[in-house]
Nanobody
Framework: VQLQASGGGLVQAGGSLRLTCVASEGTFRSVGMGWFRQSPGKEREFVAAINRDGDITRYTGSVKGRFTISRDNAKNTVYLQMNNLKPEDTAVYYC?????????????????WGQGTQVTVSS
C-alpha cells in the first residue's frame, strides 16, 4: 500500500502548482483522502480533505478560495490545485488516505501517508 505524491517545486508568490497523489491500490476509492503540510519546527497541519465520492470537500481557512482538492477514482488519484500561492504556503505537502469514507481532517484519522513533496513560494 503506497501513496506517491508529486508536483511540488519552487514558484513565485501569486503562482500556481498542482500536486498529484497516486495510490497503489484501488481500495483507496473507499475512503476519504486529504492533504496536509508541515513546515520546519511545526506540527503537520490539515490543508484539505475530500470524501470517498468526491462530492464533499473541506479546507483550512487560510487556503479557502485558493486551493481545490479533487479526485479521480478511476485513476486512484487525488489532486490539490494551488493558486495564488503565498510565501506562508511554503512547506512539505503530504497526501494521506483516511480511515473513513467521509472527511478525515485530523492527523490521527489517517493510516497511510505519501512521502511528501516540497513546495517553496518565494516573495
Amino acid at each position: 500500500v503506497q501513496l506517491q505524491a508529486s508536483g511540488g517545486g519552487l514558484v513565485q508568490a501569486g503562482g500556481s502548482l498542482r500536486l498529484t497523489c497516486v495510490a497503489s491500490e484501488g481500495t483507496f476509492r473507499s475512503v476519504g483522502m486529504g492533504w496536509f503540510r508541515q513546515s520546519p519546527g511545526k506540527e503537520r497541519e490539515f490543508v484539505a480533505a475530500i470524501n470517498r465520492d468526491g462530492d464533499i470537500t473541506r479546507y483550512t481557512g487560510s487556503v479557502k478560495g485558493r486551493f481545490t482538492i479533487s479526485r479521480d477514482n478511476a485513476k486512484n488519484t487525488v489532486y490539490l490545485q494551488m493558486n495564488n500561492l503565498k510565501p506562508e504556503d511554503t512547506a512539505v505537502y503530504y497526501c494521506g488516505a483516511g480511515r473513513f469514507p467521509g472527511l478525515n481532517i485530523q492527523v490521527d484519522h489517517y493510516n497511510y501517508w505519501g512521502q511528501g513533496t516540497q513546495v517553496t513560494v518565494s516573495s
